[in-house]
T-cell receptor, first 110, second 116 residues
Framework: DVKVTQSSRYLVKRTGEKVFLECVQD?????MFWYRQDPGLGLRLIYF???????EKGDIPEGYSVSREKKERFSLILESASTNQTSMYLC?????????FGQGTRLTVV | SQELEQSPQSLIVQEGKNLTINCTSS?????LYWYKQKYGEGLIFLMM?????EEKSHEKITAKLDEKKQQSSLHITASQPSHAGIYLC????????????????FGQGTILTVHP
């Protein structure tokens, strides 16, 4: 059973903290993605990676960075969390065909 | 860049009723994916369409891609409470050089509520 696993379902962090969201896939996919989902806005692409150590900005990269040191792992980093980064974060991986999604991390920044 | 517009944004139906969700693209679609999401969870893949005029069905859900490949519809027959959730359409997003790196752009989603 193919799987994309996100490290946390729920997180509560304080403003200014550095936050790490981890994502692991077991399908040997080259491409991995981080999206955030907000009501009425759908899924917006933050960053993506098409190979180890390769990364590209998506549509809303400001305030975020990423790391891909191993093929199976793609991390999203909030350098200094702010309240406007409170959201649902979804990781996905894809090769050909459909994308596979993790279960999501609901992050609240207080 | 490609944009996908879904309609309606939300839908409330009585159990047993049929319903349709639309997804319209600003550009030609080179593949169209439908997903379902239960509140607070990840996306579950439903169906993929690629060819103009293509239609696929799974249980009571039918998806179609129009001949011009700029619009898709998702139709649910005899809706049930288990169909409730958010439905999203997604499509490959190519840069100016024709490369997508596997990126998908999504519509804003349609929230479906089914009353028993």
């Amino acid at each position: 059973d193919v799987k994309v696993t996100q490290s946390s379902r729920y997180l509560v962090k304080r403003t200014g903290e550095k936050v790490f969201l981890e994502c692991v896939q077991d399908m040997d996919h080259e491409n991995m993605f981080w999206y955030r989902q907000d009501p009425g806005l759908g899924l917006r692409l933050i960053y993506f990676s098409y190979d180890v150590k390769m990364k590209e900005k998506g549509d809303i990269p400001e305030g975020y960075s990423v790391s891909r040191e191993k093929k199976e792992r793609f991390s999203l980093i909030l350098e200094s969390a702010s309240t406007n980064q409170t959201s649902m974060y979804l990781c996905a991986s894809r090769e050909q065909g459909e994308a596979f999604f993790g279960q999501g991390t609901r992050l609240t920044v207080v | 860049s490609q944009e996908l517009e879904q309609s309606p944004q939300s839908l409330i139906v009585q159990e047993g009723k049929n319903l349709t969700i639309n997804c319209t693209s600003s550009k030609t679609l080179y593949g169209l994916y439908w997903y379902k999401q239960k509140y607070g969870e990840g996306l579950i893949f439903l169906m993929m369409l690629q060819k103009g005029g293509e239609e696929k069905s799974h249980e009571k859900i039918t998806a179609k891609l129009d001949e011009k490949k700029q619009q898709s519809s998702l139709h649910i027959t005899a809706s049930q409470p288990s169909h409730a959730g958010i439905y999203l359409c997604g499509a490959p997003n190519f840069n100016a050089g024709g490369t997508s790196y596997g990126k998908l752009t999504f519509g804003q989603g349609t929230i479906l509520t089914v009353h028993p």
